[in-house]
């Protein structure tokens, strides 16, 4: 009988606990991403843009999130067996929805042309054949688009890095660059600093049209615990920093508008 009413003393204490401590223990997102700046990086002020608004909408909701920085390829391998709950940033492929569900994306990626602003002569209106007669700094296994990856009458030029790519733009080794709009606009910042760069943050143009625009999100593994629930959640949560206007202020601090 003493047994039995030290048993009941302890169910008696859990249930005083209330839901919340098995609500808390539940609500916590693990999100595992590779460093791509302003993106994601740890060199960054908390940790970048797409972790911010992530951040932000999973903490609307009630979750303790906490973020791990891997290689791209281990951070792939560890979240499809859902060691972590979420990816990012990640590109919708149709290969990866055996893996992942996506939500609501967390920013538009922009790629196109960059130039030198004193190149007035060069205009692209959208015909990538205006521009054959230049040299075209590429990083290289970069994919653009398919029009531009396949558009063998072009002069490129494959460059190990974007901050390569651009070094070689301010300097005249090539006519233009072709990169991410927002992660070349990172990259000059920080190039910006070197002494033998100094003024090419103000010196670039990224060139309309862009080449491509992409969606990245934080895509959720289908291993996960609770992922469906997960997905939903984050969801309703970046709907409420959209209305609230924290979304957009997220975007400003890094020189971005929606």
Same mark, same amino acid.
């Given at each position: 009988?003493?047994?039995?009413?030290?048993?009941?003393?302890?169910?008696?204490?859990?249930?005083?606990?209330?839901?919340? $401590?098995?609500?808390?223990? &539940?609500?916590?997102?693990?999100?595992?991403? !590779?460093?791509? /700046?302003?993106?994601?990086?740890? %060199?960054?002020?908390?940790?970048?843009?797409?972790?911010?608004?992530?951040?932000?909408?999973? &903490?609307?909701?009630?979750?303790?999130?906490?973020? +791990?920085?891997?290689?791209?390829?281990?951070?792939?391998?560890? !979240?499809?067996?859902?060691?972590? *709950?979420?990816?990012?940033?990640?590109?919708?492929?149709? &290969?990866?929805?055996?893996?992942?569900?996506?939500?609501?994306?967390?920013?538009?990626?922009?790629?196109?042309?960059?130039?030198?602003? !004193?190149?007035? &002569?060069?205009?692209? =209106?959208?015909?990538?054949?205006?521009?054959?007669?230049?040299?075209?700094?590429?990083?290289?296994?970069?994919?653009?688009?398919? @029009?531009? %990856?396949?558009?063998?009458?072009?002069?490129?030029?494959?460059? /190990?890095?974007?901050?390569?790519?651009?070094?070689?733009?301010?300097?005249?080794?090539?006519?233009?660059?072709?990169? $991410?709009?927002?992660?070349?606009?990172?990259?000059?910042?920080?190039? %910006?600093? @070197?002494?033998?760069? +100094?003024?090419?943050? %103000?010196?670039?143009?990224?060139?309309?049209?862009?080449?491509?625009?992409?969606?990245?999100?934080?895509?959720?593994?289908?291993?996960?615990? *609770?992922? =469906?629930?997960?997905?939903? *959640?984050?969801?309703?949560?970046?709907?409420?920093?959209?209305?609230?206007?924290?979304?957009?202020?997220?975007?400003?601090?890094?020189?971005?508008?929606?």
């Amino acid at each position: 009988m003493k047994r039995f009413s030290v048993i009941l003393v302890l169910v008696f204490a859990v249930l005083l606990m209330g839901s919340k $401590g098995i609500i808390a223990a &539940e609500k916590t997102f693990k999100a595992i991403a !590779s460093p791509f /700046p302003p993106f994601t990086s740890p %060199d960054l002020e908390n940790n970048g843009l797409a972790w911010e608004i992530c951040k932000a909408a999973l &903490e609307t909701q009630g979750y303790t999130v906490t973020l +791990r920085f891997a290689p791209w390829a281990r951070a792939m391998e560890e !979240s499809k067996n859902g060691r972590y *709950d979420g990816l990012l940033p990640a590109y919708w492929t149709e &290969e990866r929805t055996q893996w992942f569900l996506y939500p609501m994306p967390l920013v538009i990626i922009h790629t196109g042309f960059i130039k030198r602003k !004193s190149r007035k &002569e060069i205009i692209f =209106a959208g015909d990538l054949r205006t521009l054959s007669e230049y040299n075209i700094g590429v990083g290289k296994g970069y994919s653009t688009n398919d @029009e531009f %990856d396949k558009a063998d009458y072009l002069n490129k030029v494959f460059v /190990p890095s974007t901050p390569q790519v651009l070094k070689m733009l301010w300097l005249g080794h090539v006519d233009l660059a072709v990169g $991410g709009f927002e992660y070349s606009s990172y990259y000059l910042n920080q190039i %910006d600093r @070197e002494p033998k760069f +100094r003024g090419i943050k %103000d010196g670039i143009v990224l060139m309309k049209p862009p080449l491509k625009r992409r969606y990245a999100y934080i895509a959720i593994s289908k291993k996960a615990p *609770d992922y =469906a629930k997960k997905l939903r *959640d984050f969801n309703i949560g970046m709907r409420e920093i959209m209305l609230d206007g924290t979304y957009k202020q997220i975007l400003g601090q890094y020189g971005l508008s929606d």
